[in-house]
């Protein structure tokens, strides 16, 4: 274990081979790394942006030794990232974290925002070995609605439910809204979950009132990455090292803090 | 009943075994410092809290060095005001003795943040006199006697809880501070904080590290911080040390207790697995027993007697 995490804790510098447009947003970048190119659905990586910031980030897919992640912008080292052009070096730490348990049967997977991007991975995982795997992904807007092409190759069509918020396309809803309907409607074996934390508590307790199981990755201040510094508590839990994916025994530990507190940049308590 | 030999007891504070959970790691919450006891620590030490919240430095903060960890957080705390209540917190879940990491810009600082962490229920205070990597605090107040007598005299005086001083390696004579340290009535002396370091990426050509100066941890510095407990044992035999720097097995805590520490912190090591403390306790007892010693205390210093 420990030789494991040094070796993927060792800062390696690597280049930006391809950048996609994914968004207005979100772009896609493609990095070679002989040790996130074999990440497991649910870990992320550290990215760094030298002379900026380093970064923790979902890996959307690890395969043929390259690893990309999907960045939206959200702050100043997002934006800078935005800015950079394929060629451009960059440094890598991870994988790190857990990953989401490889579930049969019937799988439903809920995603909102840059969320979807690791259960894009997880899917694309399981659909091989799944009896059914179903999709519902909700975005602010049309143009925002990440992966629907290749989410769509993955489910068939009427497995893959899309709802945005100003209605331009799919339902006219919050993604949670169709939720507990489908669950009424269906049996599903495992929910996996990934998105803005709000969210994530909303179908928490929609698949609590169901007795359901759900897999859900959470998200964190985070420093180091390695479980030391303590800056992404979520009760007793590092998100970094006990994380970032936790199932319904371990949310319901920490439902107080849920979509309700974490730690600021100060290791005060800040509203989520 | 059978005496536990793995109890400790040094400057007024009772362990049931001697490891300790070194500042800076997973120190800021109830929650977190609970499972670090419930892990089978015998105290635990909180970040540095200082007067103002402080949001630290921007990523890198903590790059991988060849046998251990540089890191240069900048004292990210959320200040003494806000911090009391996460120590009252504190004091209804642990179960082990709660230490509070203390650092200030003056005397005076110092001493009020000490003040409240010690009203508000910490069983005792350490001084970071050491952080390499904060102006104006820290190592630049612990690398100099007569500005560190001026602190430790300004905080004992406002506190009836044990003080503990945690001293630099980032110095030519340790032993030295460490006397004035106690002269000026620290209780203990915690041996030592992270080594001054710089990591550089080839690749960019830059250094790693946002602040680009940190702190070195891990295996890297346990040769260096037993040197350090050595030669302020030799100082000052009397007066408790906890040894501190690359700990992560039961042997490099006996070799501490050899050197003349009481209780060893454990820091860097709680990163590859937090069943750390319970390891090297189980580790230490199992020593213990195969040379037919009683107690832990039976080994302090022991080294230099042959």
Redesign the interface.
């Known amino acids: 274990?420990?030789a494991w995490?040094?070796a993927a804790?060792?800062?390696r510098?690597t280049e930006i081979v391809q950048i996609r447009t994914e968004s207005p947003t979100v772009k896609t970048y493609v990095l070679p790394d002989r040790l996130c190119c074999k990440a497991k659905p649910g870990q992320f990586l550290?990215l760094?942006i030298?002379?900026?910031?380093?970064?923790p980030l979902s890996i959307m897919e690890a395969k043929n030794g390259l690893v990309s992640v999907s960045v939206k912008v959200v702050g100043d080292a997002t934006r800078h990232l935005h800015g950079m052009e394929a060629g451009a070096?960059v440094?890598v730490?991870g994988p790190f974290g857990n990953s989401f348990t490889e579930s049969r049967g019937r799988i439903l997977l809920v995603g909102g925002g840059t969320g979807v991007a690791p259960l894009l991975f997880l899917a694309r995982q399981l659909s091989a070995k799944t009896e059914r795997l179903s999709f519902v992904e909700g975005a602010k807007t049309k143009d925002e609605l990440l992966f629907v092409r290749e989410l769509g190759g993955i489910c068939n069509e009427k497995s893959l439910i899309t709802t945005t918020e100003d209605g331009t396309a799919g339902l006219q809803c919050l993604v949670t809204e169709p939720l507990a309907s489908l669950l009424d409607r269906e049996h599903f074996d495992m929910i996996y979950t990934c998105g803005p934390e709000v969210m994530v508590k909303k179908i928490f307790e929609i698949t609590e009132q169901r007795k359901l199981p759900l897999e859900a990755s959470l998200e964190r201040l985070m420093?180091?990455?390695?479980?030391?510094?303590?800056?992404c508590?979520i009760?007793?839990y590092?998100v970094c090292r006990d994380g970032p994916v936790f199932t319904a025994a371990q949310l319901r530990e920490v439902k107080d803090e849920l979509g309700v507190s974490k730690?600021?940049?100060?290791?005060?308590r800040i509203p989520v | 009943m059978e005496r536990n030999p793995l109890r400790v007891s040094f400057a007024g504070l009772e362990l049931e075994n001697p490891t300790i959970l070194a500042s800076?790691?997973?120190?800021?919450?109830a929650?977190?410092l609970?499972?670090v006891v419930r892990a089978g620590a015998g105290a635990v030490v909180t970040?540095s809290i200082g007067v103002e919240?402080?949001?630290?430095y921007?990523?890198?903060?903590?790059?991988?060095a060849e046998a251990g960890?540089l890191?240069a957080?900048g004292l990210?705390?959320?200040?003494i005001g806000?911090y009391v209540q996460e120590i009252g917190h504190c004091k209804t879940v642990l179960r082990a003795p709660l230490v509070v990491s203390v650092f200030g810009y003056s005397a005076q600082e110092y001493a009020g943040v000490a003040k409240k962490a010690a009203s508000a229920g910490a069983d005792a205070v350490e001084l970071n006199v050491s952080c390499p990597h904060v102006r104006q605090t820290g190592a630049e107040i612990g690398q100099d006697p007569k500005i560190l007598k001026e602190v430790v005299e300004n905080v004992k005086a406002v506190i009836d809880v044990p003080l503990i001083v945690k001293l630099s390696p980032n110095v030519s004579d340790i032993a030295l501070l460490g006397r004035a340290a106690v002269e000026a009535g620290a209780d203990a002396l915690t041996a030592v904080n992270t080594l001054k370091a710089v990591a550089i990426?080839v690749?960019?050509t830059?250094p790693?590290l946002?602040n680009v100066k940190g702190g070195l941890s891990g295996a890297a510095v346990k040769p260096v911080a037993l040197r350090c407990v050595w030669d302020i044992f030799e100082e000052l035999p009397d007066v408790p040390i906890i040894g501190c720097g690359g700990i992560s097995s039961w042997s490099d805590a006996v070799e501490f207790f050899l050197a003349g520490a009481s209780a060893v912190q454990i820091?860097?090591a709680?990163?590859?697995?937090e069943g750390i403390f319970n390891a090297v306790n189980r580790g230490v007892l199992s020593y213990l027993r195969r040379k037919h010693l009683g107690s832990v205390k039976e080994l302090v210093g022991l080294a230099h007697r042959s």
């Open positions: 274990m420990s995490l040094t804790n060792t800062l510098t550290m760094w030298p002379g900026i910031d380093e970064i070096t440094g730490r420093r180091c990455g390695i479980g030391l510094c303590g800056s508590m009760g007793k590092r730690l600021g940049f100060d290791g005060s | 800076g790691v997973l120190g800021y919450s929650e977190s609970d499972r970040k919240p402080r949001v630290g921007v990523n890198p903060t903590l790059v991988q960890f890191n957080m990210p705390n959320p200040g806000v990426d690749e960019t830059r790693v946002a820091g860097s709680v990163a590859f697995d």
